[in-house]
């Protein structure tokens, strides 16, 4: 039986299990063949809880092997991957539980009292997963089953169109959507940036990145795969362990925040970056300084992709030819890409700003049960509007300007303001609020809370009780007061202004 992504994914693994696949910094090997044998004991456990394909796994666990494990068994099991950002709250757990209605959610076992009545709710079998090298309960419920289970899986038989995975990203209404990724969504563009970005086998790529969003989970883990290459698979980002680890990596993909860390440092030099053979950066824009400043270190000219959780990944700068800063390069092999006016939709000059629109095997199949707002984000040609701001310059690589929606990226996590104003606008106390995001030196943009108050208040009357809310990513790292927020004649407020007025906060 086939199983597209699966098999797509594992091709040159299953023909070299005696091969790497991952590498920990204790020197802790993964081959392909551990890969496979572990991922089908995790999925006949799946389908002993009652998984059938179709059904959604959701997944909120720390950064481990194991976890990328469960990625790979769910797709064999013929279920739907739900990673879910380990910042997120009980509070934001239950919105995703209960509108993914997961048949199974697996959680940290530290997590499991908190979570274990949202997972009933949701009519969730609940199963933990503990970190990486632990044993007897803090192991898991998941490792001692899968001890018991099967190892002889088959793969469950899906074709291009079944649904792989459901990501969600925040709404501009405040509201998270999931992204629904098919097979062909995932395995196509995985196969393209393997020959975009020339992956082979003898590939080693640093894997810095959290692996519960399209960046670390798809373009890094997939493209590894379908080249059959490996992973030094670090636990998050920390600038000595990259330092540590960078000599015996080929490659490494980071958000720009790992850039201009990695600048911060006086072991970013040519020396040490001699061997790499490609950096690629994406999820925020790179500065075109951050860009120039890393090649006069280095020598290396950091590769700059555009991409997007509904769409995986649109452009990327050329591996061989002019990687230009401040431009994220040409459409991938397949993808169509185009810029049109705001209000008509209609493409506009090559070198005028419009809105972006992609269409290709990349572009997802739609949000989860939300029908009307996928009808809203594409055009009737198959186009969907991807809300980002561009232009096409005059050798035809893509400058993304700026934004169309109310959109802050934070360090590469994406913050939606509608969420945190919500929530802010219902505290006592409180007129109303506006969140922006301005210049951080660390994290490229900083949310910060503009409100308006009846009375006096301190930042912490505000800040505390998102503590419980929100995801501390996406809690603003400063609350400013004002007497009233700047609005135009259409009552809307300029967020601009504010944006102008604040710009040096973090400077
Ligand atoms: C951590 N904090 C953040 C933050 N990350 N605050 C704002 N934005 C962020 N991104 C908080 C911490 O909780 C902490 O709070 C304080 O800020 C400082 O933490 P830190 O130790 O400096 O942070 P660190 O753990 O090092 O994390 C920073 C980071 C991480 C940049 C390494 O955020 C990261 O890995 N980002 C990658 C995001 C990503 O993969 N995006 C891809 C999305 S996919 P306190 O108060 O406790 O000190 C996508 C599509 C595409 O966009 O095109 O790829
Ligand atoms: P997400 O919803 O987390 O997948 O974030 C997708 C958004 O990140 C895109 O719509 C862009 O706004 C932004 N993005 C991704 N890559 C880049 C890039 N290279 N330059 C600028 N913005 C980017």
Not at 117 to 137: C, D, N, R
Not at 208 to 231: E, K
Not at 416 to 438: R, T
Request: glycine content about 10%; overall charge negative; proline content about 5%.
């Amino acid at each position: 039986m086939t199983n597209h992504l699966f098999h797509g994914l594992m091709q040159k693994g299953l023909a070299a299990p005696e091969r790497p696949f991952a590498v920990l910094p204790d020197g802790a090997v993964t081959s392909y063949g551990d890969l496979d044998a572990r991922s089908a004991r995790f999925a006949a456990v799946l389908k002993e809880a009652g998984v059938v394909p179709g059904d959604r796994v959701a997944v909120q666990v720390d950064k481990s092997i194991e976890a990328l494990e469960l990625y790979l068994a769910t797709v064999r099991a013929g279920a739907a991957f739900l990673p879910l950002n380990t910042g997120y709250t009980p509070a934001e757990i239950d919105y995703f539980l209960t509108d993914a209605t997961p048949r199974v959610f697996v959680c940290d076992p530290k997590a499991e009292a908190t979570l274990a009545p949202i997972a009933e709710k949701a009519g969730a079998v609940l199963m933990t997963l503990g970190k990486a090298g632990s044993s007897g309960e803090a192991a898991g419920t998941l490792r001692a089953r899968a001890e018991a289970a099967d190892a002889d899986f088959e793969p469950v038989d899906r074709g291009p169109d079944d649904l792989a995975a459901i990501l969600y990203t925040s709404g501009t209404t405040g509201r998270s959507k999931g992204a629904m990724l098919s097979h062909a969504n995932l395995l196509s563009n995985a196969q393209v940036l393997r020959e975009t970005w020339a992956f082979t086998e003898d590939d080693v790529l640093l894997h810095a990145l959290p692996i519960f969003h399209t960046h670390g989970l798809f373009v890094a883990t997939n493209t590894t795969l379908v080249a059959g290459g490996s992973l030094i698979f670090l636990a998050k980002f920390d600038l000595d362990t990259v330092f540590a680890e960078l000599p015996k990596a080929t490659s490494m993909m980071g958000v720009p925040t790992f850039y201009t860390r990695m600048l911060t440092d006086d072991r970013l030099n040519r020396e040490a970056t001699a061997h790499m053979r490609l950096f690629t950066s994406g999820s925020a824009p790179l500065l075109a300084d951050t860009h120039v400043a890393f090649e006069q270190r280095t020598g290396q000219r950091i590769l700059e992709r555009y991409g997007m959780t509904e769409t995986n990944m649109n452009t990327s700068n050329p591996y061989d030819g002019e990687r230009r800063a401040g431009t994220v390069g040409f459409p991938l092999e397949g993808t169509e890409l185009r810029i049109v006016g705001k209000e008509d939709g209609k493409s506009v000059a090559d070198g005028e700003i419009g809105v972006i629109e992609v269409r290709g095997p990349n572009v997802f199949q739609g949000y989860w049960n939300m029908p009307e707002k996928t009808a809203a984000e594409f055009r009737e040609d198959g186009f969907f509007i991807t809300g980002d701001l561009g232009m096409i310059d005059a050798d035809g690589y893509v400058v993304i300007v700026g934004r169309d929606k109310d959109l802050v990226i934070s360090g590469g996590y994406n913050v939606y303001p509608k969420e945190i104003e919500q929530i802010i606008d219902e505290l006592p106390g409180v007129v109303e609020s506006a969140v922006i995001g301005v210049p951080h030196p660390d994290f490229g943009e900083g949310v910060v809370g503009v409100v308006v108050a009846k009375e006096k208040l301190e930042e912490a009357a505000i800040l505390a009780p998102l503590h419980d809310q929100l995801a501390k990513y996406k809690q603003p790292k400063r609350i400013l007061f004002v007497d009233e927020l700047p609005r135009n004649t259409m009552g809307k407020v300029q967020k601009n202004l504010l944006r102008d007025a604040y710009s040096d906060l973090f400077s």
